[in-house]
Protein backbone atom coordinates (compact mmCIF):
# COMPACT_ATOMS: atom_id res chain seq x y z
CA UNK A 1 0.00 0.00 0.00
CA UNK A 2 3.29 2.42 -0.40
CA UNK A 3 2.32 4.78 -2.76
CA UNK A 4 5.00 7.43 -2.30
CA UNK A 5 8.57 6.16 -2.40
CA UNK A 6 11.22 8.68 -1.84
CA UNK A 7 15.55 8.35 -2.12
CA UNK A 8 18.68 10.42 -1.92
CA UNK A 9 19.14 11.40 1.30
CA UNK A 10 22.46 10.89 3.18
CA UNK A 11 25.46 12.38 4.76
CA UNK A 12 26.73 15.69 3.51
CA UNK A 13 29.59 18.18 4.29
CA UNK A 14 28.32 21.69 5.42
CA UNK A 15 27.98 23.51 1.99
CA UNK A 16 27.70 20.40 0.08
CA UNK A 17 24.54 19.29 -1.68
CA UNK A 18 22.17 16.44 -2.43
CA UNK A 19 19.09 15.60 -4.23
CA UNK A 20 15.98 14.10 -2.80
CA UNK A 21 13.12 12.44 -5.11
CA UNK A 22 9.95 11.19 -4.67
CA UNK A 23 7.89 9.19 -6.82
CA UNK A 24 3.96 8.66 -6.77
CA UNK A 25 2.65 5.49 -8.09
CA UNK A 26 -1.19 5.87 -7.42
CA UNK A 27 -1.46 9.41 -8.00
CA UNK A 28 -5.66 10.93 -8.08
CA UNK A 29 -6.99 14.55 -8.72
CA UNK A 30 -7.39 14.68 -4.96
CA UNK A 31 -3.63 15.68 -4.69
CA UNK A 32 -3.17 18.70 -6.31
CA UNK A 33 0.39 19.02 -4.96
CA UNK A 34 3.57 17.23 -4.15
CA UNK A 35 6.31 18.35 -1.46
CA UNK A 36 8.64 17.43 1.67
CA UNK A 37 8.43 18.61 5.33
CA UNK A 38 11.08 17.41 7.78
CA UNK A 39 11.75 16.69 11.44
CA UNK A 40 14.63 17.25 13.38
CA UNK A 41 15.70 15.84 16.63
CA UNK A 42 13.85 17.72 18.89
CA UNK A 43 11.56 19.21 16.95
CA UNK A 44 8.15 19.54 15.12
CA UNK A 45 7.73 18.44 11.69
CA UNK A 46 7.85 21.82 9.96
CA UNK A 47 7.33 22.72 6.02
CA UNK A 48 9.82 22.96 3.45
CA UNK A 49 8.41 23.22 0.12
CA UNK A 50 5.58 22.24 -2.13
CA UNK A 51 5.09 22.48 -6.28
CA UNK A 52 1.56 22.06 -7.90
CA UNK A 53 1.40 19.18 -10.52
CA UNK A 54 -1.15 21.63 -12.24
CA UNK A 55 1.37 24.97 -12.99
CA UNK A 56 4.29 24.24 -11.28
CA UNK A 57 3.84 26.77 -8.76
CA UNK A 58 6.64 26.82 -6.17
CA UNK A 59 6.54 27.42 -2.09
CA UNK A 60 9.36 27.18 0.09
CA UNK A 61 9.69 27.64 3.55
CA UNK A 62 12.29 30.86 4.83
CA UNK A 63 14.70 28.86 5.70
CA UNK A 64 15.76 27.06 2.81
CA UNK A 65 14.72 29.77 -0.13
CA UNK A 66 17.22 30.39 -2.21
CA UNK A 67 19.27 26.91 -1.40
CA UNK A 68 16.33 24.66 -2.22
CA UNK A 69 14.68 24.11 -5.60
CA UNK A 70 11.83 21.93 -5.89
CA UNK A 71 10.95 20.80 -9.86
CA UNK A 72 8.61 18.11 -10.99
CA UNK A 73 7.96 15.84 -14.35
CA UNK A 74 4.27 15.30 -14.40
CA UNK A 75 4.92 11.94 -16.56
CA UNK A 76 6.63 10.32 -14.32
CA UNK A 77 4.51 11.39 -10.76
CA UNK A 78 8.12 12.48 -9.23
CA UNK A 79 9.32 15.73 -7.81
CA UNK A 80 12.56 16.41 -7.10
CA UNK A 81 14.37 18.59 -4.34
CA UNK A 82 17.58 19.51 -4.58
CA UNK A 83 19.21 21.30 -1.85
CA UNK A 84 22.65 23.03 -2.14
CA UNK A 85 24.48 24.91 1.08
CA UNK A 86 23.37 23.29 3.13
CA UNK A 87 24.04 23.45 7.17
CA UNK A 88 23.59 21.90 10.43
CA UNK A 89 20.18 23.23 10.42
CA UNK A 90 18.89 21.05 7.93
CA UNK A 91 19.71 17.59 9.43
CA UNK A 92 16.75 15.87 9.65
CA UNK A 93 14.03 13.43 8.54
CA UNK A 94 12.89 14.96 5.08
CA UNK A 95 9.15 12.85 4.13
CA UNK A 96 7.61 13.48 0.88
CA UNK A 97 3.88 13.82 0.58
CA UNK A 98 1.18 14.18 -1.81
CA UNK A 99 -1.94 16.23 -0.78
CA UNK A 100 -3.48 20.14 -0.88
CA UNK A 101 -0.78 21.75 -1.22
CA UNK A 102 -0.98 23.71 1.59
CA UNK A 103 2.05 24.29 4.83
CA UNK A 104 -0.25 22.41 7.07
CA UNK A 105 1.30 18.80 7.43
CA UNK A 106 -1.74 17.42 8.73
CA UNK A 107 -3.86 18.77 5.80
CA UNK A 108 -2.10 15.86 3.71
CA UNK A 109 -3.18 12.35 2.86
CA UNK A 110 0.00 10.43 1.83
CA UNK A 111 3.21 10.12 3.07
CA UNK A 112 6.79 8.63 2.28
CA UNK A 113 8.62 6.49 4.26
CA UNK A 114 11.41 9.46 4.96
CA UNK A 115 14.92 9.44 3.99
CA UNK A 116 17.74 10.61 6.55
CA UNK A 117 20.05 13.55 5.54
CA UNK A 118 22.57 14.58 7.81
CA UNK A 119 24.84 17.62 7.43
CA UNK A 120 28.23 17.31 8.72
CA UNK A 121 30.10 20.91 10.54
Known amino acids: QVQLVESGGGLVQAGGSLRLSCADSGRTSRNYAMGWFRQAPGKEREFVSTISWRDGSTHYADSVKGRFTISRDNAKNTAYLQMNSLNAEDTAVYYC??????????????WGQGTQVTVSS
Open 97 to 110: GAGPGGIRWTSWGY
